[in-house]
């Protein structure tokens, strides 16, 4: 595994919550399987002093266990059971976030235009919106938009989210997922740009425009005016209104 590849899976288990010396030895276990502290230490590049104080926080968490002799080894918990308890830890906290922030903005309820540029931090926010989905998503975009938030879209399907729509050109969905398929061509944006839309619950809509030569822009809000609009007439509401346009007519 090269080192950029070693570095982003640190960052993702950062985000989990493990310190920098925790992740990377946990990495090396996955990669390597059951080792001795030297190895270990060699491995991921912690200094022997601390590598011991480090795999004892990693039992302490049940990410690792230890094996006795001697020297003592040590193994890492599965990865699948690793991602399955952080996911169902983070769906505790978002369902309490969730209902405690409900409970406290009572009717006052943010109806705002969030304005996001650029590819990756558009596709995030697709996915993110794709993720609070509960009851019912519309989906419509080019095939290669659409296969880059298929994770989230399975994971909804899984949730008995219903999903439809219309996808222009080829998509590799998961299955259960059956959209209207349309020439790629009818999806065309501004100079030769993209248009992805995504309505969340009838409640919240994006609408964004990736490729061509306009640098890559969406709007995600939940103004009554634009869902409405979205749903069910989402093909002419989305050639009516640019990107720009939207996020005007969202400000009112």
Known sequence: MDSARKDL????????GLNEY???AYLALLQHGSAVAGDISRRSGIPRPRVYDT????IESSLVTEHG???R???????????ERMGA??????????????????????DGVFHVHDEIPILRQAEDLVDAAQRHLIVRGSGIDLMAVARALRDALSRSVVIEGMTYGAAELPGGISLVAAQPGDNRAGRGGRRLILIRDRE??????????NRPYAVRT?????VEMGAPGLTAASHRLSPDKAAFAGGS
């Open 9 to 16: 899976l640190v960052d993702a288990l950062l985000a989990y």
């Open 22 to 24: 925790e992740a990377r």
């Open 55 to 58: 795999l004892q926080r990693l």
């Open 69 to 71: 002799g001697s020297p």
């Open 73 to 83: 080894s040590y193994s890492p918990l599965p990865l699948e059971d690793f991602l």
């Open 89 to 110: 830890q983070f769906r505790r906290r978002h369902e309490l976030l969730r209902d405690g922030l409900i409970d406290a903005a009572g009717d006052n309820k943010n």
């Open 204 to 213: 919240e809509v994006m609408i964004a425009e990736l490729g061509g030569s």
């Open 222 to 226: 939940r103004n009554r005016l634009l």
